[in-house]
């Protein structure tokens, strides 16, 4: 049993914020960062007094947990229902999420380019480049070389650049706002306007609920297919103005039920991308407050 006097119950925020930007689930990343501590209390009492550094042991054990979770993961998602997001993570809703820092290593846009890369590119990249680990402590963490890792690293970097956020979060609560009052009044070619001309929409319904099963492509056809929503629904949809990922985002909700989780990317003064959470399944933590309004007040 852990207890709070034991240093380390301290590595847990730190644990779970890593496992969360290597697996793009809470869930998978608590259940990686249990088995953590499982392992580290199946030492004995000698064993661990032996550990010089137990936070960079926990480091250690759970990047390794997270890789095999990502080898695994890879075979599941194939056989997926339409697209795979990370699940999102709202600005305030409970324990855990709270616990998550809230920066562009979070994104939408950073975390679903990560999803294109090897277990062991994501790896490299999130401990050195977000977290700060040398390539020899990666090392020992994958099994490479220091140099195989910096050379993987390296290879990530180059397919992350052109996700780091290109819209400061200001001018994109502006792009979310007006992008919202378009949706709600119906009025595509104010949607248009606000939208990149090659702009997508990507949503993940994970065969739960109704979602596209691949992309919308192209401005026009995500401003039409957003305007269906609305006028094909069953029951007053309302639109909420929520940080999602540390940027602005939008929930969606059906009477009092949560629809969809929208997160968007922006650049040039236009919305890029936009990605639609659908699944119930990764919407269960914005269930206990998502009619709240900036106030904190149910909308």
Same mark, same amino acid.
């Given at each position: 049993m852990t207890t709070p006097s034991e240093p380390v119950v301290g590595e847990r925020r730190h644990?779970? &914020?890593? $496992?969360? @930007?290597?697996?793009?689930?809470? !869930?998978e990343a608590e259940d990686a960062v249990q088995e953590t501590y499982a392992r580290w209390y199946a030492l004995s009492q000698e064993q661990r007094d032996a550990i010089a550094s137990p936070g960079a042991w926990l480091t250690t054990v759970a990047g390794r947990v997270c890789l095999d979770v990502l080898g695994s993961a +890879?075979?599941? *998602?194939? *056989?997926?229902?339409g697209e795979w997001l990370p699940e999102p993570v709202p600005e305030q809703n409970d324990s855990v999420a709270d616990r998550i820092t809230l920066d562009e290593s979070v994104t939408m846009a950073f975390l679903v380019a990560l999803e294109a890369m090897t277990p062991a590119q994501r790896v490299a990249l999130v401990l050195h480049d977000v977290f700060g680990y040398a390539f020899a402590e990666v090392a020992e963490i994958t099994g490479r070389t220091p140099a195989a890792c910096r050379e993987l690293a390296s290879?990530? +970097? @180059?397919r992350v650049r052109a996700a780091r956020? $290109? %819209?400061? %979060? =200001? *001018?994109?609560?502006d792009? /979310? @706002? &007006?992008?919202?009052?378009a949706w709600e009044a119906g009025d595509i070619d104010a949607l248009v306007g606000l939208l990149d001309p090659a702009a997508t929409l990507t949503a993940d319904g994970g065969g739960v609920v109704r979602a596209a099963l691949t992309?919308?492509?192209?401005?026009?056809? /995500? !401003?039409?297919?957003?305007? !269906?929503? $609305? =006028?094909?629904a069953a029951g007053a949809l309302t639109l909420v103005e929520r940080t999602v990922n540390g940027l602005p985002g939008l929930l969606l909700q059906r009477g009092n039920d949560l629809a969809a989780v929208y997160a968007f990317d922006a650049a040039d003064g236009r919305i890029t991308r936009i990605w639609?959470?659908? &699944?119930?399944?990764?919407?269960? +933590?914005?269930?206990?407050?998502?009619a709240?309004?900036?106030?904190?007040?149910? %909308?």
């Open positions: 644990l779970l &914020n890593l $496992a969360y @930007r290597l697996l793009g689930s809470l !869930a +890879r075979v599941r *998602r194939e *056989r997926y229902v290879s990530a +970097r @180059r956020p $290109a %819209a400061p %979060a =200001t *001018r994109q609560a792009l /979310v @706002r &007006n992008f919202k009052q992309p919308i492509e192209g401005g026009e056809p /995500v !401003a039409r297919y957003v305007v !269906a929503l $609305a =006028t094909g639609a959470m659908r &699944n119930p399944e990764k919407l269960s +933590r914005w269930i206990a407050g998502p709240e309004g900036a106030d904190g007040r149910r %909308a």
